[in-house]
């Protein structure tokens, strides 16, 4: 497909694709704009969804009068329309080129558990809100409302938050029609409905509800609505997507607490009392920017929680110090304590040589041994991984292998977003680099591997592809315009197979994750091998997760689909490995066991007594000795007696 910019032809390259979203494709016009184009309802992306097809249609129909009219004046921070892009008789508007923004990421990721543990400081987000605090101020100054504010058409970079998505702004007779069900305001909803869903127009007052739920799930990684509502009565329970039509927060006594998320009682009493004002009592107006200009966290240097309180509200006054085999029986449990730390545990796997992993204390990176790798503070932008005795450390542009008695190899590769595009199994380490997915042994693997260099598997998408490797195979994706091509590729063999027909959910991919049968050790003899890949997507207002098994063959043998949070095992994408053909997931009432059968999956059995031990963010991983549960700051070995 071409458009035309100011007269001027502009063929949409796949390969300058920015991302895509549930309504348009973003492409990057070589010149320090992006190109925003709406998908039509003839889009790969709508097969098969009349619904969405007519969406569409409607959509465009209406900014053929929207873009012409757009406000001019708005605050600096809004990426809006610079020029209209249209088809080649300058009649119809596809779309309109933007100011880019490079290096950022949603504030959907600061809500994130990992990215605290990985580096984001909870010093640094007030004043990215105090920032988005000033635009939404400035643009409805100049009587524009957001309409479907949420924490995907909000970016970061260098510390300062963007707003996006300028072309759904509702002002003057153009109503903002789209909703998110985590932001819309209850107040503009049918109570009467079974889920939130937009029955009167937005307001500045809805904007600033956004603006709340964001402050919340950006300081304590939960929004107003999340953890499970447990009431004494079954009778009385309510469904996770009506709790905000009821106002059942996780301020109420009968919700429990998710535990990956940050206790609230590290916020001070008076912000506490404000959200839950917003949340619970429908007090609106204008959110006290004060609140978050007050903020002062401090590191506890006891426990080392941040908090913004006069005296930490978790530590109980010993310092916790590194507890290694500590072992206790639980009902049929047999508890392992490997390790507890200050710090914060930043990369595990199993292996032939045991459990290794790598911690980040006292501004130093350690490895299982006690063997110092690096001194300095993890960024959120880094990823890490351990391979034997090698420690992988990949950030922007550029992965960091860092072996014993060798000088650090560095290796260019390319990025999806900010992620930089590697993986490792126990015997080869894998990168993307320029349209090739490249295959190298283990760092010291000498003879192992039997190769020497960089061996390359096969063509993909530069800067698009996102993949993950097995011990038997390897599975990945690129999207970019009209294009999904999902791929596996045997981890010996060069060759990889494009024709595995992944079925992507509707709307904007928001994550994924994979993991793969036999995950430790070396490939297993016989059978069949299986990835496990879960994806995230906003999908007409809702957060959907997917399952979906492929085979190493590429054949997809099932899927699921369930909601975000909510409690069950597609509730969340972490806590999850597989092994002997089944998955097992950790939620944050225990371990549950998932199984193939008939082309569906089944929760085939859960394990009660594991709710101590695991959350829906714990890290798993199967290895000869037990369940490892890898957590933010601690790794326990479960074993069943």
């Keep these: 497909m071409d458009v035309y910019l100011g007269g001027k032809r502009i063929r949409l390259d796949p390969r300058a694709s920015l991302g895509k979203g549930g309504e348009a494709d973003v492409f990057d016009l070589g010149d320090g704009r992006a190109l925003k184009v709406w998908k039509t309802p003839d889009h790969p992306d709508y097969a098969g969804q009349d619904a969405e097809q007519r969406a569409a249609e409607g ?13 001019g004046g708005l605050p600096d921070p809004v990426i809006a329309p610079l020029e209209l892009a249209t088809d080649r008789r300058r009649r119809r508007v596809v779309g309109y080129a933007m100011r880019l923004v490079r290096g950022a ?35 409805h100054r100049r009587g524009v409302v957001i309409g479907d504010f949420n924490d995907l058409n909000v970016l970061v970079a260098g510390g300062e938050a963007f707003v996006i998505d300028a072309d759904s702004f509702q002002f003057g007779p153009f109503l903002c029609q789209v909703f998110t069900e985590r932001f819309v305001d209850p107040l503009l909803c049918d109570p009467s409905l079974p889920r939130p869903a937009l029955v009167r127009p937005y ?6 509800y956004a603006f709340a739920v964001m402050v919340m799930q950006s300081l304590l990684c939960v929004g107003p609505h999340g953890g499970v509502h447990r009431p004494r009565s079954a009778a009385a329970r309510v ?30 009493d008076d912000l506490l009392q404000a959200l839950y004002r917003i949340f619970v009592e429908d007090q609106r107006g204008v959110f006290p920017r004060r609140l978050l200009q007050e903020l002062a966290f401090t590191r506890c240097p006891s426990c080392g929680v941040e908090h913004a309180r006069p005296a930490c509200p978790t530590c109980a006054g010993a310092a916790p110090a590194a507890v290694r085999e500590t072992v206790a029986v639980h009902g049929e449990l047999l508890v392992t304590q490997v390790l507890r730390t200050r710090g914060a545990v930043l990369a595990a796997s199993v292996g032939a040589s045991g459990l290794r992993y790598l911690v980040h204390e006292d501004g130093r990176f350690r490895r299982e041994d006690g063997a110092v790798v690096m001194s300095g503070a993890p960024h959120p932008a880094m990823r890490f991984a351990v391979q034997g005795d090698a420690t992988l450390i990949g950030r922007g542009g550029e992965l960091v292998v860092l072996s014993p008695g060798a000088a650090p190899e560095r290796l260019p590769v390319d990025c999806v977003g900010a992620r930089p595009m590697f993986d490792v199994n126990a015997r080869h380490r894998y990168i993307a680099r320029g349209g090739q997915l490249l295959r190298s042994g283990a760092p010291g693997a000498g003879a192992l591997s039997g190769e020497a260099g960089e061996v390359p598997i096969g063509d993909v998408l530069a800067g698009q592809t996102v993949f993950w490797a097995g011990p038997r195979f390897g599975l990945g994706f690129y999207r970019a315009g009209e294009v999904s091509i999902a791929f596996v590729f045997d981890a010996e063999r060069p060759g990889l197979k494009d024709t595995v027909e992944l079925p992507f959910p509707g709307g904007k991919l928001t994550a994924a994750t994979c993991v793969f049968d036999a995950d430790s050790g070396s490939p297993p003899r016989g059978g069949r091998g299986r990835a496990w890949l879960f994806l995230a997507a906003e999908q007409a207002g809702r957060a959907v997760h997917r399952c979906v098994v492929v085979r190493e063959d590429g054949a997809v043998e099932a899927t699921a689909d369930g909601e975000a949070e ?8 972490t806590g999850k490995c597989a092994a002997s053909g089944f998955l097992l997931s950790a939620t944050d009432a225990g371990v549950v ?49």
Excluded at 126 to 134: K, T
Excluded at 258 to 265: D, G, L, N, S, T
């Design 59 to 71: 959509r465009i129909e209406q900014h053929q009068d929207k873009l012409r009219a757009f406000p």
């Design 105 to 139: 990421e949603p504030l959907l990721r600061y809500g994130e558990p990992a990215m605290r543990h990985g580096g984001l400081s909870a010093a640094a987000i007030p004043p990215v809100l105090v920032g988005l605090h000033r635009t939404v101020e400035a643009i």
């Design 203 to 208: 307001s500045q007052d809805s904007d600033w």
């Design 239 to 268: 469904p996770q997507c009506a709790r905000p039509l009821r106002r059942i927060t996780v301020f109420d006594p009968e919700v429990r607490y998710p535990r990956p998320a940050i206790p609230y009682r590290v916020l001070p």
């Design 566 to 573: 909510g409690g069950s095992w597609l509730g969340a994408l």
């Design 593 to 641: 066991r998932v199984e193939v059968r008939g082309g569906a999956l089944v929760e085939a059995r859960r394990f009660p007594g594991t709710e101590p031990f695991v959350t829906q963010a714990s890290r798993l991983l199967v290895g000869p000795e037990g369940l490892f549960v890898v957590d933010a700051q601690a790794i326990t070995l479960l074993r069943i007696s």
